[in-house]
């Protein structure tokens, strides 16, 4: 089996979206799609290792889909979806589960912030968070990973597996005639200038759906009033910005909002501290207000517009699982030679 360039990625549905998602993630997708086939996924799976109510989950489904349409991936070049519609995901992940050592999940700091104190308590499908992250791009033998710099740990797990996977099946491998590595070891795509975009109440911490102040972050549905009113309330330091990079070290919240401004104006750190170095942040924070309605006002109205019409972000779900089913299940009857299962 030939492997062939493609790029997959996934946003969960828990709710609020917000420029982390938008910057370190959902507008790579977007540029990615001129270069490479792409897979994008809303990855339902993964929301439920922490409780979800299945009155609202459909919905959060719905709005990471129109999210990703309104950001401007086009479901008919490219294959949208959402995971639990493809079970090869989690047939997968479960032949994962046998190959990944728990010396390496228990390495992992994502499990350690999100089970916190009460880990006794967590869902075991918190902990296998990663395994599932591998087969849902390994599934697809996808190549590139375009995430936020909050999954290096986990993208680095999905390579250690797919090694493992391809040295204990070598010789399977090659008597099935699948070559001499079965899975690519995908690479992660994390790059830019907002790769990790921290909290406007607290230039240290990520911004994150889960964050109890809706004041952190701007949701990719806040509305202009919205958005001026978080960024002029954002924190910020006593000092005007400095006229270099240099000039942002120890400077968390002053680094995030200069690092936000580059990204959504496609410039540099450095560009941007050209053009405004030694400005007060009340006249940066107005320059940044004016270029973050006006990149993101049109997203939150297509959203609005979309999710007023669940029947057609349904279709496009259906018709994304049904080619992901397809790709999904010729590598599922391949793994299934190697590993010695009998099969139809
Ligand atoms: N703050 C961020 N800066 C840059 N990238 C980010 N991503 C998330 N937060 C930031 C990237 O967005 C993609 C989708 O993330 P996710 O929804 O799958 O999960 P998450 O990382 O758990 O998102 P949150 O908002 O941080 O949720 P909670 O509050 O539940 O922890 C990923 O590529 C991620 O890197």
Redesign the pocket.
Known sequence: MALQERVF??????G??????Y????KRFVELQGRYDCIYCV?DL?AIT?WQEPAELPQAIRE?TAAFLACGIDPTKHIVFNQSQVAEHAELAWIFNCIARLGWLNRMT?FK??AGKDRENASVGLYAYPTLMAADILVYRATHV??????KQHLELSRDIAQKFNNDFARSIREHGYGEAFFPLPEPLISGE??????LRDGTK??????ASDYS?INLTDDADAIALKFRRAKTDPEPLPSEEAGLKNRPEADNLVGIYAALAGATRAGVLAEFGDAQFSTFKSALIDLAVAKLGPIGAEMKRLTHDPVAIDAVLADGAARARKLAGETMKAVKDVVGFVRA
Do not use: C, F, W, Y
């Not at 910057?23 to 959902?26: D, F, K, N, P, T």
């Not at 375009?146 to 999954?151: A, C, K």
């Not at 907002?194 to 909290?199: G, Y």
């Open positions: 990625s996934g946003v969960q549905p828990t609020n979206l917000h420029l982390g998602n910057l370190g993630a959902i990855v993964h922490v990471v994502q912030e999100k375009p995430v936020g710099e909050d999954q907002a790769t990790r975009v921290m909290s990520k911004m994150s759906k889960s964050d972050r």
